[in-house]
T-cell receptor, first 115, second 112 residues
Framework: DTEVTQTPKHLVMGMTNKKSLKCEQHMGHRAMYWYKQKAKKPPELMFVYSYEKLSINESVPSRFSPECPNSSLLNLHLHALQPEDSALYLC??????????????FGPGTRLTVT | QKEVEQDPGPLSVPEGAIVSLNCTYSNSAFQYFMWYRQYSRKGPELLMYTYSSGNKEDGRFTAQVDKSSKYISLFIRDSQPSDSATYLCAMSAVGGAQKLVFGQGTRLTINP
């Protein structure tokens, strides 16, 4: 089973709201990723976690705050977003990312609209 | 110049045709090559993964990597309307925490 789940499927939030996106995998993967995808564009990497530690932050604004409470869960906390942050937010996981290469499996995404 | 170039299409072919999708790249450090399929408003689904040069076949899908030309291809045989989607190539270098570099994606439509 190569399933990554994401909740919620859709989210509409105002610019002053605080919300969180959740990602879960039960494949025993130790690397997890957040991507942002705008319409008709490829996914853009935001954050990488390796063994529950943040290893890469692609210069993402601080209004996005990732959290990895355990090896199966990844959260993305959102605060004071802008309308241009509206996008599909994708979570992915891979077995490892410290040695060799392991395939990344994506979740279905959360479609976020900021009003 | 982008690290990975992929013709965005759109590409429209009749059912049963052989489809060829391609990407070129400039970074010779790329060793891992992937093809993802993404249906509208869904997450990308891993189709094929190849390490270094060579061919890999899985059912109706064949992935080819030519590192000397920095060129990768995905062939779809006996194309079906259900193959209509956006196809993304992606690449990664050895090490580097497996950062994927994606092509722009090619929108493919298979007409019944």
């Amino acid at each position: 089973d190569t399933e990554v789940t994401q909740t919620p499927k859709h989210l509409v939030m105002g610019m002053t709201n605080k919300k969180s996106l959740k990602c879960e995998q039960h494949m025993g993967h130790r690397a997890m990723y957040w991507y942002k995808q705008k319409a008709k564009k490829p996914p853009e990497l935001m954050f990488v976690y390796s063994y529950e530690k943040l290893s890469i932050n692609e210069s993402v604004p601080s209004r996005f705050s990732p959290e990895c409470p355990n090896s199966s869960l990844l959260n993305l906390h959102l605060h004071a977003l802008q309308p241009e942050d509206s996008a599909l937010y994708l979570c992915a996981s891979s077995q490892d990312n410290l040695a060799g290469y392991y395939e990344q499996y994506f979740g279905p995404g959360t479609r976020l609209t900021v009003t | 110049q982008k690290e990975v170039e992929q013709d965005p299409g759109p590409l429209s072919v009749p059912e049963g045709a052989i489809v060829s999708l391609n990407c070129t790249y400039s970074n010779s450090a790329f060793q891992y090559f992937m093809w993802y399929r993404q249906y509208s408003r869904k997450g990308p689904e891993l189709l094929m993964y190849t390490y270094s040069s060579g061919n890999k076949e899985d059912g109706r899908f064949t992935a080819q990597v030519d590192k000397s030309s920095k060129y990768i291809s995905l062939f779809i045989r006996d194309s079906q309307p259900s193959d209509s989607a956006t196809y993304l190539c992606a690449m990664s270098a050895v090490g580097g925490a497996q950062k994927l570099v994606f092509g722009q994606g090619t929108r493919l439509t298979i007409n019944p």
